[in-house]
């Protein structure tokens, strides 16, 4: 087991002070928020479908209506300038720009128009996020993301939005998490599109690389001004004992398959040998999944970025052994049968640690923050580093006084705070920490039924109020710290 005696908690209370021009932001997804699913042209995404699926999502929520985002943008601002943040990360839901994958509507286009130039009215800089999971369902019909076309009509979708809106909007962002789109989405069937055909997954994650290749490679060639980056979801793959030969080796698969699968791509134009030779043997309609890969292909894909973002919940023990009580990342979403997402991988198992844990089951694990970040400073070539997502749900509920006491959020999220500046200690160049999520949403598989949000949402009235943790953290970004900053 890992030593987590020297969690960062340990010296809470003390003040920290974060470097000057730190960017305090909050992030939301387009799909969990927006509502507003058949207005001004938008047409189903792969979500839409997926959610009709029964026993998909949790008790068959859907994103129809989520935070009617759509319909209330100017007053989510405002809460925003409330805040005091500096950035706002969001996305953009390709069947709005795109509808059915081909032609543009205006309209969609137009919506995004009205929230960048809300932002920058208020001063909050948008950070802008082309590919949060919601593909157009015309485009899965055609194959989703095992089809190599995919990857080409997301150029289209990305140089439509651009000339929109590029002239307003620093930084952008390619794809968030292609891990969950393409092993949830493509071999566990935990996410949409929901098909569950083992190295699909791998073919997927492929095809969703050469997407962002080709964007990063077209954005620089055509001159344009703006910080271009990825954002990738990590895991930390501890062994659950470290002397067992067998759990070593399944804490290694799980890095390659979670971590190493994009990051050697995207910094080092090469596939991890070893994910290779794991992989070796499966395929996938007949042919090995490496057959995706061409000429030319991972040099798109390892086009320099300018910023990485980086989202980390927790870290995960891994074994090569059976064990009853698991709490990774195969852990059920929802009713539905599904399978694990890490092709090749079925014997491997994630047994608990005994952390606490959130209501996502999820364990808190904020030394992990760490040990990453220093990892991908020292590993990789790594631009500057922002942490794109990290946050907590818990089960809130509002008092009769009116307020949301959620203490339990503002304990992870300062313990994740101490953990990423101690990583800046060790020489890390992280610039900013993004809150997931600004409001309550539509969690995926788990539909409304968990809350993420600084801002509490009542989906009867759309009500919003201020958590406790939404005026701690609009402290912590005011003093630009945490405690009396020193
Ligand atoms: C991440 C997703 C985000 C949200 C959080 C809890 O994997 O990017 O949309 O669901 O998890």
């Known amino acids: 087991m890992t030593d987590l005696s020297t ?54 929520d859907t994103g129809d209506v989520a935070c ?32 059915d994958g081909g032609a543009v509507d ?13 932002l920058n009215d208020a001063g909050i800089a948008p950070w802008l996020t082309l ?29 439509s939005v651009h000339a929109a809106i ?25 996410h949409a599109p929901g098909r569950q055909e083992g190295a699909a997954g791998l073919v997927a994650a492929h095809h969703l690389m050469l997407a962002h290749g080709l964007v990063v490679d077209e954005l620089r060639r055509s001159g344009a001004g703006n910080r271009l980056g990825i954002t990738l979801n990590f895991t930390v793959a501890d ?14 698969r799980i890095d390659a398959l979670h971590n190493r699968v994009f990051l050697d791509p995207v910094f080092r134009g090469e596939y991890p040998a070893d994910l290779v030779a ?26 320099p970025i300018d910023a990485l973002g980086v989202n980390y919940y927790k870290g995960d023990s891994v074994s090569g052994r059976p064990h009853e009580s698991v709490t990774g990342a195969d852990a059920a979403h929802a009713e539905r049968a599904t399978r694990t997402p890490f092709v ?59 307020r949301v006491r959620d203490p339990e959020r503002i304990a992870y999220v300062e313990e994740h705070l101490r953990a990423l500046h101690a990583a800046l200690e060790e020489g890390a160049d992280v610039r900013g920490y993004f809150y997931w999520s600004l409001m309550d949403n539509f969690e995926w598989a788990y539909g409304y039924a968990k809350r993420f949000g600084l801002v509490h949402v009542d989906y009867a009235t759309q009500e919003r109020r201020l958590k406790d943790s939404a005026r701690w953290y609009a402290g912590v970004a005011a003093r630009n710290g945490l405690g009396s900053v020193p």
């Open 106 to 118: 205006q309209r969609g286009l137009d919506f995004y128009k009205r929230l960048v130039d809300e």
């Open 278 to 303: 794991d992989t070796a043997a499966l395929s996938w309609q007949g042919r090995p999944w490496t057959d995706a890969v061409r000429d030319g292909d991972l040099g798109l894909i390892s086009t």
């Open 344 to 402: 090749g991988c079925e014997d491997v198992t994630f047994p608990t640690r005994g952390l606490p844990v959130t209501d996502m089951g999820w364990e808190v694990q904020p030394e992990g923050l760490t040990r990453l970040l220093v990892r991908l400073a020292r590993e990789y070539d790594v631009p500057p580093m922002y942490l794109t997502e990290n946050g907590a749900a818990y089960a809130d509920a509002v008092g009769d006084d009116g």
């Open 68 to 99: 009617d985002h759509f319909h209330r943008m100017p007053g989510d601002v405002a809460l925003m300038r409330e805040l005091g943040l500096a950035s706002y990360r969001f996305s953009v839901a390709w069947p709005r720009v795109r509808p």
């Open 239 to 252: 062994p659950h004992d470290p002397a067992d030969e067998l759990d070593r080796d399944a804490a290694r």
């Open 7 to 60: 969690r960062p908690s340990d010296r809470a209370g003390a003040g920290l002070a974060f470097p000057p021009g730190f960017v305090w932001g909050a992030a939301t997804a387009a799909y969990q928020i927006e509502g507003a699913v058949a207005e001004d042209g938008r047409r189903p995404s792969i979500w839409d479908t997926f959610c009709r699926v029964p026993g998909a999502v949790v008790d068959g």
């Open 166 to 190: 590029g002239d307003r909007v620093p930084v952008w962002t390619t794809l968030n998490e292609p891990w969950c789109s393409a092993f949830l989405g493509y071999t566990g069937g935990q």
């Open 131 to 159: 590919y949060h999971w919601d593909l157009p369902q015309a485009l899965e019909d055609a194959g989703g993301w095992t089809n190599r076309d995919t990857a080409y009509r997301f150029a289209e979708y990305a140089a």
